[in-house]
């Protein structure tokens, strides 16, 4: 059975730092996109970054450019999302989700395998 499950969120004051990751079980992460979402409450799920192992890409919402970095373990078969300098507006339960390989879009229909979430506070 293909599952995601994120871990690593938590709360961490402004200014601090958190390392997700996203292991996949049932199926290898070498030939998928893995996108990471967030959904604060009374919002919509929006796509923070997304790494193609199609085309190698990687991309970011402007929102959090410069501060956070997604990376891949293929040997773990393990994703993760680096998350530096955070800020208040970053808490929010954030999900892994994989699509096909050559994906270049943070559209969450796009993707078809999702975990379960992992939710992160940022506050003083």
């Known amino acids: 059975q293909l599952q995601l499950v994120e871990s690593g969120g938590g709360l961490v004051p402004p200014g601090g730092s958190l390392r997700l990751s996203c292991a996949a079980s049932?199926?290898?992460?070498?030939?998928?996109?893995i996108g990471w979402f967030r959904q604060a409450p009374c919002k919509a799920r929006e796509g923070v970054s997304y790494?193609?192992?199609?085309?190698?890409?990687?991309n970011y919402a402007d929102s959090v450019k410069g501060r956070f970095t997604i990376s891949r373990d293929n040997a773990k078969n393990t994703v993760f999302l680096q998350m530096n300098s955070l800020k208040p507006e970053d808490t929010a339960v954030y999900y892994c989700?994989?699509?096909?390989?050559?994906?270049?879009?943070?559209?969450?229909?796009?993707?078809?395998?999702w975990g379960q979430g992992t939710q992160v506070t940022v506050s003083s």
């Open positions: 989700a994989s699509g096909p390989p050559y994906l270049a879009t943070m559209t969450p229909e796009s993707y078809n395998v």
């Open positions: 049932g199926y290898t992460l070498d030939y998928t996109t």
């Open positions: 790494i193609s192992t199609g085309s190698g890409r990687t």
